[in-house]
Structures are given as structure tokens and as C-alpha cells.
């Protein structure tokens, strides 16, 4: 087996039952460039099938009874083995058990199940019987992310199953299962190394970006940015800067109020900031978007900074007297 790379992300994985969508993950995970390891198997059921797969393949499992305990000390167990085994990320697979609200609320984002229906159709159970029922022509599951509202949370990605005439639910189940064991390890690693990907950076900056009053969008030497003011006389506020000369950056350009901020900010936090070649000469930072737990609070400040020192004064003098109040 290759070596690991040293960014894999960490996974817990939830079980109910038999664990074959985790048994996918794992057998996913030890694929050669896998973009993340399962850490943890835990369970609610002391004897589910998937504790002892697990097991046999060496990852390390935790189970505890929710019987005779409250929801929330039941999630305090899961949640601390999770925390002791060091895991970025919960994936929920086939774990029926419903969670507190704090407990989702802390892993936002980070909390991953799969359902099998074609979400927004068929939240909760019996799914393949109703889509039979309705007449549909396919069946099929979402992963989605976690949210206080079961079912609910946005779809990361979908597969479709086809219903035959003489499906019944426990057919149609099986069917789905095979297409889920295909759809989750991908979903999740899609999931997982979407702060690598360019093209998700990009959409993610853009929507704060054009989120700005007055703002549109423009290409400058071969990369996009974004202009405050009218298309005629805008002046840039923001590039995208896609490891652009030589850079192994993924990054956002912004205005800094001059070369010793400048400066200051690259030799204090290397780790989010840069001097960017040809820009920076003018004060421009580089702020890294590819590395590990963005703060895309951040970028919206540095963005908004950035609009206010090159907008025309007839906007940021709005902005002034609105600050007032
Ligand atoms: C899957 O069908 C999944 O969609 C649902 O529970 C089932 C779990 O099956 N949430 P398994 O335990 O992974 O075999």
C-alpha cells in the first residue's frame, strides 16, 4: 500500500446496522491517492455487523448503548470517541439514531449522511415502498450535509436507480444499496477536497464578492477579479489567482494600505498570507484560500476592505453616513 499523503482528512463513521456503505468507505479509503482514512467505526449498537468488519481491518471501534440514556449523553459518548480519535469529519451511515441539536450544530458542515431516496423526495422512512407506490420511474440516494431538520441539508450528489415493474421494496433496496457503496466514497471524497478545487475557491469568493454593492466581474492578464463601480470607469478591488507565476497558491488579491502591512502580514502569518510577483509591488496581498480551515468570515472582511479603498467616494460616502446610525 502507498504511503499516506499527510492531508488526508480523518473520518468518524456512524452504524446501525450491517455497515456496508461504511465497509465502501473503508475499502475506498485504502485505494491508492484515497483523500481520507476512516479513524473511527462507532455505534449505537454494541453488536452491528460493520463493528466487526471494522475490526478485522484494524480501525478502531467504539460502541455504547443508547438504551436507558438521554439523546444527549448517548451523543456526549459518540461525540468524545470521535474527538479522542481525532476525526475532521462524521459520516453517517445508516445510523438511526436522531441527534441533538447542539451536537449538529457543533459539526456544521463537517457532518455528512446518506439517504436513500432522490432528496427533496421521501424524507424519513420507507422510501423505496413510496417511490414504488408513486408510481415513479426511478428510485435512488443523496448525501447531503447534516442540519437540524432531518433529511433536509443541502445534496452534495445523487445517483439514480430505475424501478422495474415488478420491484418490490426489498428488490428495489438492494438495488439502491450497490449504487450507494458507488455514489458515497465519492461524494464524501469530493466533500473532503473541495478546498482544493479551483473551481469551488472560485464560486465561494465570487458569491462574497459580488455580494458588494456596485461590483461586476472582469478578467485582468488571464485571471478573473472583481471591479467596483461602472463597467466603464470600475476600478479592480479583488483577483483570483490560481497558482499564477510559479505560486502554489490557490488565493484571493487584495489591497493593503501600503507595503509595510504588507510585509508585516507575510512574515507574521505565512501560513495565510503571501507577496504575490507583480502585484504585490503595488500593495496587494495574497491571502491563501487552499489550505485548511478557511475562515471565509475573514475573506468577506478583506474583501469588504478592499471594496472600500477602491470604490468611487460616491459609495463609500453612503456607507459612511449608514455607519453613523
Ligand atoms: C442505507 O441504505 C442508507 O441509505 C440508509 O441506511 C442504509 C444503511 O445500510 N441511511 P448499511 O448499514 O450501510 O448497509
Known sequence: MADAPLNKAKLAVFISGTGTNMAALLFASRLKD??????????NVEDADGLNLAAIEG???????????SR???????????????????????YMRILSQGFVERWEARMLNIHP????????????????DAGDSHAGSSVHLVTHELDAGE?????????ASDDTPATLAQRVKIAEHQLYP??????????????FLFSKLREL??????????????????????????????????????????AVLVKT????????????????????????????????????????DHIADWLGRSWRSSAPARLTKLLDAADIF
Open 59 to 69: 480501525v478502531p471501534t467504539f460502541a455504547h448503548s443508547h438504551k436507558g440514556h
Open 117 to 132: 431516496s432522490l432528496l427533496p423526495k421521501y424524507k424519513g422512512l420507507d422510501t423505496f415502498a413510496r417511490a414504488i
Open 257 to 296: 494600505s501600503g507595503m509595510d502591512e504588507l510585509l508585516n502580514l507575510v512574515e507574521t502569518q505565512p501560513e495565510v498570507y503571501y507577496k504575490p510577483d507583480y502585484y504585490g509591488a503595488s500593495g496587494w496581498v495574497g491571502l491563501i484560500l487552499n489550505r485548511p480551515n478557511v475562515d471565509w
Open 72 to 94: 444527549e449523553d448517548q451523543d456526549a459518548a459518540m461525540e468524545q470517541a470521535v474527538l479522542d480519535a481525532g476525526a475532521d469529519y462524521i459520516v453517517l451511515a445508516g
Open 155 to 163: 445534496v452534495l450528489a445523487q445517483v439514480r436507480v430505475a424501478i
Open 209 to 250: 464578492a459580488l455580494a458588494l454593492p456596485e461590483t461586476h466581474e472582469r478578467s485582468s492578464h488571464g485571471s478573473p477579479g472583481f471591479r467596483v463601480g461602472t463597467e466603464k470607469s470600475g476600478k479592480f478591488f479583488a483577483h483570483f489567482s490560481q497558482q499564477h507565476y510559479g505560486s502554489q497558491h490557490i
Open 34 to 43: 484515497a483523500a481520507f482514512e476512516i479513524v473511527l467505526v462507532a455505534s
Open 186 to 199: 465519492r461524494a464524501v471524497a469530493d466533500y473532503v477536497s473541495r478546498g482544493n478545487d479551483p473551481e
